[in-house]
């Protein structure tokens, strides 16, 4: 499993950068457009071009790229988790219920 997660990563991070390339893409049809640049041109081709699907489908693929190279990765032991213990180290006594403590300042 470790195998296909690592020759998964490029295509993960190419779907990551074309994601955002697709984004831009979109930010600078949008402008144009609004600004009326090339008389709709940019919308003519965003619109042939199916960018707005591959906006939606890319991202998708992506998740799940990184999904998969997620659950592949291996994990560390139940042995490797376990926070270490100091030797040496003494624990601090329990303060006694009994004993009452002085108050540092009295309010006014």
Do not use: W
């Amino acid at each position: 499993m470790k195998k296909i997660a690592n020759s998964l990563m490029p295509l993960a991070v190419l779907a990551f950068f074309g994601t955002c390339l697709v984004n831009v893409f979109g930010l600078l049809v949008v402008l144009m457009t609004s600004v009326g640049f090339a008389d709709g041109v940019p919308l003519y081709y965003y619109q042939r071009l199916n960018v707005a699907v591959i906006s939606v489908a890319l991202p998708i693929v992506g998740m799940i790229l990184f999904a998969v190279i997620l659950l592949g990765l291996p994990r560390k032991s139940a042995e490797a988790a376990k926070p270490t213990v100091i030797e040496g180290a003494a624990n601090l006594p329990v303060i006694e219920e009994g004993k009452k403590e002085t108050p540092l300042a009295k309010a006014a």
